[in-house]
């Protein structure tokens, strides 16, 4: 097995310049992997103390940044260097001041993962959450390098558990430690003889938890909302606004409603706005404008969301009534308010627990959202209540990111 994968890796990155040709997506993929070996050059000439983190994409980035954030406190001096698997991440985070060198990781191929741990000489490897990259994995264990892996979570439908993952779990022996969130994920593992295992949970609530303690004040926010109790939609797609539009259009002069769609291009915010039958304001177009005066707010920006959140006094979170994927409940479940999400959540843990806990409303149609919403908007001490438990939720699962770090910085210790 470890000779076809080994086969079937050198052919993809053979042809990668040809891939670049199927998609912009595609062709950031291929063509951001040009230059990561001559900026690593530019950055790693002489031997210094770096800590490398990989993340595949921007969530396991967000994962990621509270261990980032605590280890560069506390070694100052340290080089922080983070990969990304996928364009999402890279390009979102690409300008970071987080870390001192971003770039795309390097195929996984024999030569490419050995030129990539000789320029940079890790002194610790942090795999967040996924990407069981097999020559990464090796060569880092033959140079010595402590690799650890933090808000992993296991399945039992992965090759590691079948009768043909033989190749695949050898990868895995190759591993200091594996920080989980759950208590499944920890028991596959260990069934499989690895007892380098802790149950630390999600240091996402870590990350959320701080953001309550920052200052989230937005004037313009402020003078939209004017008292008024605000409704917040947070990385809706076309099929989350076709739940809510209507309710949207119905409902009392008394509710406002903030509006961020996930796409932000023209084409599809003016779509949106077409829609909308209130008085609606743009983002773009606020300057000059009398906010309270208007009922609807799209901000067809980013950067504001977490700080929105907090004026919300109920949250739908986006992405869960199409196949695209839920996006982040913790966000506004740290502020302590009640969340309504679409239909299609099953992959995503935190949801269920939370929906288990009477903090969070699943719904499937208009008819469903209007009513799940219209009692949070009219009961207040029901709306009060499902939002104390969103916040109960968050405090009780913080603590991951103190856990690892501990753990890492004993291994950084002892390398000393």
Not at 67 to 87: N, R
């Amino acid at each position: 097995m470890s000779i076809v994968y080994n086969i079937f890796i050198t052919l993809f990155n053979g042809i990668l310049p040809v891939i670049g040709l199927f998609g912009s997506k595609l062709k950031l993929f291929a063509s951001g992997r040009k230059t990561v070996f001559e900026t690593l050059e530019n950055h790693f000439s002489a031997q210094g103390r770096t800590f490398w983190f990989h993340c595949a994409s921007l969530g396991e980035y967000e994962q990621g940044v509270p261990v980032m954030e605590a280890l560069k406190k506390k070694y100052p001096d340290h080089k922080l260097l983070v990969t990304f698997f996928s364009p999402s991440g890279y390009e979102a985070k690409k300008n970071s001041t987080l870390a001192d060198v971003i770039v795309y990781l390097p195929m996984d191929t024999k030569a490419k993962t050995k030129r990539f741990i000789e320029l940079v000489q890790p002194e610790l490897a942090v795999f967040v959450k996924y990407e069981f990259w097999p020559n990464y994995l090796k060569t880092l264990k033959s140079n010595n390098i402590p690799i650890v892996f933090i808000s992993t979570t296991f399945r039992e439908e992965q090759a590691f558990f079948k009768w043909y993952g033989g190749f695949m779990r050898k990868a895995l022996k190759t591993i200091d430690h594996f920080f989980v969130q759950d208590r499944i994920s920890k028991n596959l593992i260990e069934r499989q003889g690895f007892n380098n295992v802790t149950l630390s949970g999600d240091t996402r609530f870590d990350r959320v938890s701080h953001q309550i303690e920052m200052d989230n004040h937005v004037d313009f926010i402020s003078e939209f909302i004017d008292g008024r109790l605000c409704i917040v939609f947070g990385s809706s797609w076309p099929e989350d606004e076709a739940i809510f539009i209507d309710f949207v259009n119905r409902a009392s002069s008394e509710v406002c409603f903030i509006i961020a769609p996930h796409e932000i291009k023209d084409s599809s915010v003016n779509s949106l706005k077409q829609k909308i039958q209130k008085k609606t304001v743009l983002y773009s177009e606020k300057e000059g404008k009398n906010l309270k005066n208007h009922e609807v707010f799209i901000m067809n920006t980013i950067g504001y969301l977490s700080r929105v959140y907090s004026y919300g006094d109920i949250a739908y979170v986006g992405g869960a009534m199409g196949t695209g994927g839920l996006h982040n409940i913790l966000e506004p479940a740290t502020f302590g308010i009640p969340i309504v999400i679409g239909k299609n959540f099953e992959k995503f843990r935190e949801a269920k627990q939370l929906q288990k806990l009477a903090g969070l409303f699943s719904v499937s149609s208009e008819e469903e959202f209007s009513r799940v919403v219209q009692k949070l908007v009219d009961d207040k001490k029901f709306r009060e209540k499902t939002g104390m438990i969103s916040g109960h939720f968050i405090n009780s699962n913080t603590g991951a990111t103190d856990m690892i770090v501990s753990y890492l910085d004993e291994k950084i210790t002892k390398s000393k």
